[in-house]
């Protein structure tokens, strides 16, 4: 089952202490705004897949099962979602829920649709993600798996499992 999850390109800006009021209200005006997008981009990904898994209201997990060309669906659905909705968006594909969403957040810095499914370029992302970016990877354990000599998702991966059991129950 491959799975491939997208999300738009998050706004960013900066806060000033005499701008706070305005931002809030910015922020609540953007949320009302990705609540109505959210329910056309889920009326949208129906098309692409009947499977779907809302994770938030700006992301969703869409089973991609018997897809064969999923960069070109990625490209398909990051294209309408722009068209639809005015907004830009990344998809990252993976056989699992944790790897779509590292495929996504490496295509948001590197051109849009990636897809983490082969080896090659699995081990290439995973190589290349810290593990404090992994999903479910707060500060506080990131900092001790860096303790432990476990700084990317390459070598979390690695670590048998007795041992992480051991050092967090």
Not at 49 to 71: A, K, N
Not at 111 to 124: C, F, K, L, M, Q
């Amino acid at each position: 089952e491959r799975r491939a999850t997208f999300a738009p390109r998050s706004i960013r800006t900066r806060k000033r202490p005499q701008a706070e009021h305005r931002l809030h209200g910015l922020a609540q005006a953007l949320h009302g705004l990705q609540a109505a997008q959210a329910h056309g981009r889920r009326h949208q990904q129906r098309q692409f897949s009947p499977r779907i898994e809302v994770y938030s209201i700006d992301e969703s997990f869409l089973d991609l099962s018997g897809v064969r060309d999923r960069l070109e669906l990625g490209r398909d659905i990051q294209y309408m979602v722009r068209q639809w909705t005015g907004v830009p968006c990344c998809v990252g594909i993976g056989p699992t829920k944790t790897l779509a969403k590292m495929a996504n957040k490496w295509a948001k810095k590197n051109g849009g649709v990636i897809d983490v499914s082969d080896r090659t370029t699995r081990a290439e992302v995973l190589a290349g993600t810290p593990v404090t970016d992994l999903w479910g990877i707060g500060a506080k354990w990131g900092l001790k798996l860096n303790d432990m000599g476990i700084e990317t998702a390459e070598a979390c991966i690695r670590v048998p499992s007795e041992v992480v059991i051991k050092a967090f129950g």
